[in-house]
């Protein structure tokens, strides 16, 4: 019931029109002064129904910015 992990990846500046995603392994990618790289990690899946957790536990989770 729980939902899957997000991928891995890159983003070459980030947020702008020039904007390129990359994958989470690349080789020969130039980067120049200047230029932003997110980087994100792959995250883990969830594991059964959200909806049947105790809901203080929920509200933590919602609160520090996991769900």
Same mark, same amino acid.
């Given at each position: $019931? $729980? +939902? !899957?992990? +997000?991928?891995? @990846?890159?983003? #070459?500046? !980030?947020?702008? *029109? /020039?904007?390129? /995603? #990359? *994958?989470?392994?690349?080789? $020969?990618?130039?980067? /120049?002064?200047?230029?932003?790289?997110? #980087?994100?990690?792959? $995250?883990? +899946? @969830?594991? @059964?129904? !959200?909806?049947?957790?105790? *809901?203080?536990?929920?509200? /933590?989770?919602?609160?520090?910015?996991?769900?």
């Amino acid at each position: $019931g $729980g +939902g !899957p992990g +997000g991928k891995a @990846g890159m983003v #070459l500046k !980030p947020d702008t *029109p /020039r904007e390129m /995603r #990359l *994958p989470s392994k690349v080789i $020969g990618q130039v980067l /120049r002064k200047g230029d932003v790289l997110r #980087l994100m990690g792959a $995250g883990g +899946g @969830g594991w @059964g129904d !959200p909806a049947a957790r105790d *809901p203080v536990l929920a509200e /933590r989770d919602r609160v520090e910015g996991f769900a």
